[in-house]
């Protein structure tokens, strides 16, 4: 059976294409203020990537902060359970999973089945990872994709609060004035923004086998904090996190459809 | 189809004309020649009654709550008292009453009344500072008591019920009646305050009573309802129209609906409690649930708040606490009486540790059949959230299921309606539920 | 000498440790400045304050919720890491709920096998509160008997209170030189004795105390005090602050020195001390701990902290006085509208900052210059 799995995320739409369990195509477009479009745009992507037509889709599943919008959508499935599905799909040892967003962080328990026991989202005031991080990278003047492999060559500790992100900024331009090493400087806005993921990861209880998606994933700075922030050996990151929302819809749907 | 058949409450327009006239009375107080009160709801307000049958009140939380229902109004008492210098996060009723008396603004229509005195208690940062601070904003020549009721848990989580922390309270209760001799320049009258210390025992034991109503399957309340009923007990427990409506039309009304099976809500096919004040300006909220066939039974907070339980520990179970065996006959006895009797009072029990809370919580689920647990991180009261964290870990263990979301029960600007729903939708999927087709 | 006290306060846990070490006995910690140390010190109990450490952590997120103070957050986090194993029992005496919930917290996770809540009375003006408060220390000398297998007499009472009142003297005999014209001793060298009292025997901390006094007779700061700063406001031990503004006069046109505090890690804490000729010694402490400066909490119904802090303004010649408040701090929030409007009634210009576990040090170095020109610039007027 072939179906689609639409993510329609803060920042991104992502959809994928699937027969059954194999992946055959994937597309991304910004959400910005016009959802429909988004979507289409990376529907034709993904079938495009997978060589097939829209009339080869036998069913869509939506996911996201937008799914209720997607007209076409067959099955809706809520954002908590699309991640812990995909978590379970690509890691089965998967108990922990969380998504790290542009704009909003979340967790979930989940059970060997990838059934949800307990979630939590970040609260208000708390912007997601992405978000917080391009911002303070615009602080920096350092382009958002140096700022990870940056950060990793950084061996400081400089304490840093991110509860908000204005404050946040004022720190990273006392840091500049002091003549703070940016290498340092980024490390330290990866180790805040990871604190703060962990302490939502901490309220549903931590264990070793810690899933991670999300676009963040692949931002190697933040990867290495939250590894030592919670302090395991390795987090597991399935290719393309960005799209594992997207691939839990498409699972559920065949499940569903 | 419906499972069960409801009806509306037959004593509505009784409750409603009730609160009408009760704040009509404290803003027409002085027209003839009575006393205006102002207080927590918390207060011992059975004592002021001694001074004669014209003193009014008016307590700050339901008022804040009548505040926050209406946002525009709410909000102007907000900036009001930011503009003033008061941090944002403080109690949000507190910031919407200092607002009121700022802005000059009564929530009922005209100019705040201004109080003859206040007369208060303390147990969370805020409750003395509160009414300390409304006598300085109403220009300083208010005067007021405070009586601190932070003397430790009762039984069963202390060893003892001890008689000196009784004694501190009844004490500064006995000071009280001197000072306010002095302040108003009336004579006490020691029969109106037995009548009204009796009221006040009577209305919050009667108000267990019908809470343990709430036990049958299907309930013959939802918190919805719950909170305009319990809010007598806010406004004011010693009230003899209140007491006697608790007793004479609430009780036996809720007893019939048991009786017949009539349910609060006719789809009620999942049963769950909360904690804490609700974001009163998103009471629609439980509408939104009950398209799950969700309702909510209640809380350790609507029950527990104006209502006087014991805590039995060998059957983990909350019991109304039984009537005192004869009404108070001297001064003495009567404040003796009500301090013991709102020393036990469940929602002081958290503040010396959320484990006692944890334990109720625990007891309210079983008994009254719950199946889910929600907590309202509710930025808006530091006093009923504080322990809140540390109650969802214990509730948990207990192997409940437990929903968190964070809100404001006074300042709507702090509450994100569609994320919470969002969260409701996440939770009762995960219970495996389907909305319900609207009808 | 100065040093040592800095020692004491960077290496907290190393202290304690030894001391235990050196003496065999037994350690509580303690959450509140409201604890009867003397009690404690009668049972040759060693008190000490649990403070954070001004770390972000990610420990606390599911004990505690996020509209409460960094501080108390920032305490429970010392206790989750580990860093207060060595302690053989927690108290609190009642006061603010933030703290009370690291307290509460600690309690179930992290237990030492010896807790207690002692309810400190919030009417301190009521004359109910020492009886009551007396009735109460006999429950806690009950659960001090347990936790040591010891009993105590009037006599070891007394030598407790000798043991506190004479840190508090040396302590407040040090603050006279704070009010010299050029104060021979800085408001962080100051902080860092303040704060040491928590985590040394009062003896110990004295004894060293003692010699500094000396010291300071013929001390001489090569610095130009420039503004003489008060703060104001919830607890604090931000030395990074402090230490940051006293150097600011190194570069800018205006410095200023920090000559006096109404704080709960100083002066609140150590200014009263207990009556030595009242007769009953538990009368005494309780007297002592009723009648002290208050915190916001327990301040009403009169707001007697305005003539306090007044006094301390004048006495200490203050230019300006800097209003401190702990994020989310509900004491201290309902009364600073009120301290700031009295301030300047008496001529005494405010500021106002709100202080996190970190501070955004650059930012705030900005603020305070820009207030302490302002001083400047009304100088100027006369």
Redesign the interface.
């Given at each position: 059976m072939i179906v689609a799995g639409i993510d329609c995320g803060a920042k991104n739409t992502k959809t994928v294409i699937m027969n059954d369990k194999k992946l055959l195509g994937k597309g991304m477009a910004l959400t910005g203020f016009d959802q429909d479009k988004a979507v289409e745009k990376s529907l034709a992507d993904a079938l495009d990537e997978a060589g097939l037509k829209i009339d080869d889709i036998e069913a869509i599943g939506s996911t996201g902060a937008g799914m209720e919008d997607i007209k076409d959508a067959k099955v809706k499935v809520n954002e908590i359970k699309a991640m812990a599905k995909a978590a379970n799909f690509f890691f089965p040892n998967a108990r922990t999973v969380t998504d790290v967003g542009a704009e909003m962080g979340r967790a979930a328990k989940i059970n060997e089945e990838g059934k949800v026991e307990d979630f939590a989202i970040n609260?208000k005031c708390a912007a997601g990872a992405g978000a917080f991080i391009e911002a303070m990278a615009r602080a920096l003047e350092v382009d958002l994709e140096e700022m990870g492999p940056m950060a990793n060559t950084s061996e400081m500790a400089i304490?840093?609060?991110?509860?908000c992100a204005i404050?946040a900024e004022?720190?990273v331009?006392?840091?500049i004035?002091?003549k703070t090493k940016k290498k340092d400087i980024s490390k330290a806005i990866h180790d805040?923004m990871a604190?703060?993921i962990?302490?939502?990861i901490?309220?549903i209880g931590v264990n070793k086998d810690i899933v991670m998606i999300g676009g963040v994933g692949l931002n190697p700075g933040f990867v290495e904090s939250m590894r030592r922030?919670l302090d395991l050996e390795k987090i597991f990151i399935p290719e393309d996190p960005a799209y594992s929302s997207a691939i839990g819809a498409a699972l559920l749907t065949l499940e569903e459809a | 189809m419906a499972r069960y058949p409801t009806e509306p409450l037959k004593c509505w327009a009784k409750a409603k004309e009730l609160r009408n006239e009760w704040y009509r009375d404290f803003q027409e107080a002085h027209d003839k020649g009575g006393l205006r009160v102002m207080g927590s709801a918390w207060a011992f307000d059975a004592v002021p009654l001694g001074l004669g049958r014209d003193v009014h009140w008016v307590t700050g939380e339901p008022y804040g709550a009548s505040c926050a229902f209406d946002k525009p109004l709410s909000a102007k008492f907000l900036s009001a008292a930011e503009n003033?210098?008061?941090?944002r996060?403080?109690?949000a009723y507190m910031r919407n009453y200092w607002g009121s008396i700022i802005c000059d603004k009564y929530a009922f229509g005209g100019g705040f009344p201004k109080a003859d005195f206040a007369y208060s208690q303390?147990?969370?940062?805020?409750h003395?500072?509160?009414y300390?601070?409304a006598c300085?904003l109403e220009g300083g020549n208010v005067?007021?008591?405070?009586?601190?009721v932070?003397?430790?848990p009762c039984l069963p989580f202390a060893p003892k019920h001890?008689p000196?922390?009784i004694?501190?309270v009844a004490?500064?209760l006995l000071?009280s009646i001197d000072w306010m001799e002095k302040v108003t320049g009336r004579e006490y009258n020691d029969e109106l305050f037995f009548e009204a210390a009796w009221n006040d025992i009577r209305s919050t034991h009667t108000w267990a009573k019908i809470c343990m109503l709430n036990r049958n399957i299907p309930a013959p309340l939802d918190e919805k309802t719950i909170y305009s009923l319990y809010v007598f007990g806010t406004l004011q427990k010693s009230n003899g129209k209140f007491a006697d409506f608790y007793e004479n039309d609430l009780l036996p009304e809720v007893q019939d609906r048991v009786d017949r099976g009539i349910a609060a809500v006719p789809n009620e096919r999942v049963r769950i409690m909360t904690d804490t004040q609700p974001p009163w300006g998103f009471l629609s909220i439980y509408r939104y649930l009950e398209k799950w066939g969700v309702v909510s039974i209640g809380s350790l907070y609507t029950f527990g708040l104006e209502g006087m339980w014991l805590y039995d520990k060998e059957n983990n179970d909350l019991i109304p606490r039984p009537l005192p065996e004869k009404k108070p006959e001297t001064r003495e006895e009567a404040c003796t009486m009500l301090a013991d009797w709102h020393l036990t009072k469940p929602e002081y029990q958290h503040?010396?540790?959320?484990?006692y809370k944890t334990m109720m919580m625990d007891a309210i689920a079983k008994k009254w059949k719950v199946d889910a647990i929600t907590l309202h991180?509710n930025?808006g009261c530091?006093?009923l959230?504080?322990?809140?964290?540390?109650n969802?870990?214990g509730l948990l263990k207990r192997g409940h299921k437990v929903l968190t979301y964070?809100g404001n029960m006074g300042d709507e600007r702090e509450f994100d309606k569609e994320g919470v729903k969002r969260r409701f939708d996440i939770f009762m999927d995960g219970m495996g539920l389907k909305k319900l087709e609207d009808d | 000498m100065i040093e040592q006290f800095k020692q004491w306060y960077d290496k907290r846990h190393v202290y304690a440790r030894e001391w235990k070490e050196r003496n065999g006995g037994k350690i509580v910690g303690f959450f509140c400045t409201y604890a009867p140390e003397e009690i404690f010190y009668a049972f040759d109990v060693l008190p000490v304050r649990v403070l954070g450490s001004?770390?972000?952590?990610?420990?606390?997120?599911?004990?505690?919720?996020?509209?409460?103070c960094p501080f108390c957050r920032d305490v429970l986090a010392q206790g989750l890491k580990g860093r207060y194993d060595y302690l053989d029992g927690i108290m609190i005496a009642?006061s603010?709920?933030?703290l009370?919930?690291a307290f509460?917290?600690w309690?179930?996770h992290k237990n030492p096998g010896w807790s207690y809540?002692l309810?400190m009375?919030?009417?301190v003006q009521?004359?109910?509160?020492i009886?009551?408060l007396k009735?109460?220390y006999k429950?806690l000398i009950e659960k001090l008997e347990e936790l040591t297998g010891k009993k105590i007499t009037d006599d070891d009472l007394r030598r407790g209170i000798k043991i506190m009142n004479r840190a508090r003297q040396v302590m407040k005999d040090i603050y006279e030189f704070r009010k010299r014209e050029a104060p021979p001793i800085t408001g962080a060298e100051s902080m860092y004795m303040t704060c040491a009292q928590f985590f040394t025997h009062a003896t110990e901390f004295a004894e060293v105390a003692e010699k500094v006094l000396v010291e300071l007779e013929t001390r001489k700061l090569d610095r130009d005090p420039g503004k003489r700063i008060m703060l104001v406001g919830s607890e604090n031990d931000d030395i990074e602050y402090i230490n940051m503004i006293e150097h600011l006069g190194e570069q800018e046109s205006v410095g200023c020195t920090l000559v006096v505090e109404d704080h709960c890690t100083t002066t609140r804490y150590f200014w009263d001390l207990v009556d030595e000729s009242i007769d009953d010694p538990l009368d005494a402490i309780a007297t002592r701990y009723v009648n002290r400066t208050a915190c916001?909490?327990k301040d009403?119904?009169q707001?007697t902290r305005l003539k306090r802090i007044l006094e301390l303004a004048k006495d200490f010649n203050v230019d300006g006085a800097i209003i401190v408040?702990q994020k989310?701090c509900?004491?201290h929030?309902?009364?600073?509208?009120?301290i700031?409007k009295f301030l300047e009634e008496n001529d005494i210009p405010t500021y106002f900052l709100e202080f996190?576990?970190?501070v955004?040090?650059?930012?705030f170095?900005i603020r305070t210059e820009a207030f302490l020109e302002q001083l400047g610039m009304e100088d100027d007027l006369f």
């Open positions: 609260e304490p840093m609060n991110a509860q404050f004022s720190e331009v006392g840091l004035h002091a805040a604190s703060r962990v302490s939502m901490r309220k922030e | 003033f210098g008061f941090a996060d403080l109690c303390h147990i969370c940062c805020s003395a500072k509160w300390q601070n300085e005067p007021f008591f405070g009586i601190d932070g003397v430790g001890y000196h922390r004694k501190y004490d500064q000071d503040y010396y540790s959320p484990e991180y930025r530091e006093g959230s504080v322990g809140i964290a540390e969802r870990l964070e | 001004h770390e972000p952590q990610d420990v606390t997120e599911p004990h505690i919720f996020g509209m409460f009642q603010c709920l933030h009370r919930q509460t917290s309690e179930i809540f309810p009375p919030n009417h009521s004359k109910r509160a009886p009551f009735e109460e429950l916001p909490t009403w119904p707001r408040q989310f509900d004491p929030e309902t009364d600073i509208p009120f700031r996190d576990v970190t955004p040090a650059g930012p170095a």
